[in-house]
């Protein structure tokens, strides 16, 4: 299982970015792909899921409105659009496939058992 | 949303230590609780999930316990390799979201 990240990117406050996820090794379809940040010296912080079998995907609240996740299932890759950027999001973006199960009553995200090595994105004026 | 506490946030030990790291969720979070360690420039590597399984191919000096809102990581025989920062994380909901981390030092 491989998670291959595009390159690092520098943007100016209020730009977008596209960060790209490709995948290999296992079946692109099955495994739910999650992106978690980090900023500079901070801990971890979940941006939300995407399922790449139904394009379904979910955020976390903080982050609603201005991020958008998709995938490519042709070429196996996922991507994270981020909008309107400040200087906070700058950090390491990282992709993280989840085990994902349902239950008979709900679904979860699981675990990340496999990461990207990250991708870091740098907000300045 | 459900906040996870770790304690404590760095510590120092020897080669050969035993080291435990507890995890505090503010509601029950079940035993839906995996640990990761991150060193640095690093993504991060789950060693455990659902409070208490060892993930593939990660060593038996590893251990989780726990279920509810209390949860602790324990590494036994501490090995050099695993100077790191380690992180919980819940899914019992959404948001998921992880702990502060926990930074094992060297003494």
């Known amino acids: 299982v491989q998670l291959e990240q595009s390159g690092a990117e520098v943007k100016k406050p209020g730009a977008s970015v596209k960060v790209s996820c490709k995948t290999s090794g296992y079946t692109f379809t099955s495994y739910d792909l999650n992106w978690v940040r980090q900023a500079p010296g901070q801990g971890l912080e979940w941006l939300g899921w995407?399922?790449?079998?139904?394009?379904?995907?979910g955020y976390a609240p903080k982050f609603q409105g201005r991020v958008t996740m998709t995938r490519n299932t042709s070429i196996k890759t996922a991507y994270l659009e981020l909008s309107s950027l400040k200087s906070d999001d700058t950090a390491v973006y990282y992709c993280?496939?989840?085990?994902?199960?349902?239950?008979?009553?709900?679904?979860?995200?699981?675990?990340?058992?496999?990461w990207g090595q990250g991708t870091l994105v740098s907000v300045s004026s | 949303d459900i906040q996870m506490t770790q304690s404590p946030s760095s510590l120092s030990a020897s080669v050969g230590d035993r080291v435990t790291i507890t995890c505090q969720a503010s509601q029950d979070v079940n035993n839906y609780l995996n640990w990761y360690q991150q060193k640095p420039g690093k993504a991060p590597k789950l060693l455990i999930y659902d409070a208490s399984n060892l993930a593939t191919g990660v060593p038996s000096r590893f251990s989780g316990d726990g279920s509810g809102t209390d949860f602790t990581f324990t590494i036994i025989n501490l090995q050099p390799e695993d100077f790191a920062t380690y992180y919980c994380q819940h899914y019992r909901n959404l948001p998921l979201s992880f702990g502060g981390g926990t930074k094992v030092e060297i003494k």
């Open positions: 995407m399922s790449p079998d139904s394009g379904d995907a």
């Open positions: 993280a496939r989840g085990s994902g199960f349902c239950t008979s009553t709900s679904c979860y995200i699981g675990w990340f058992d496999s």
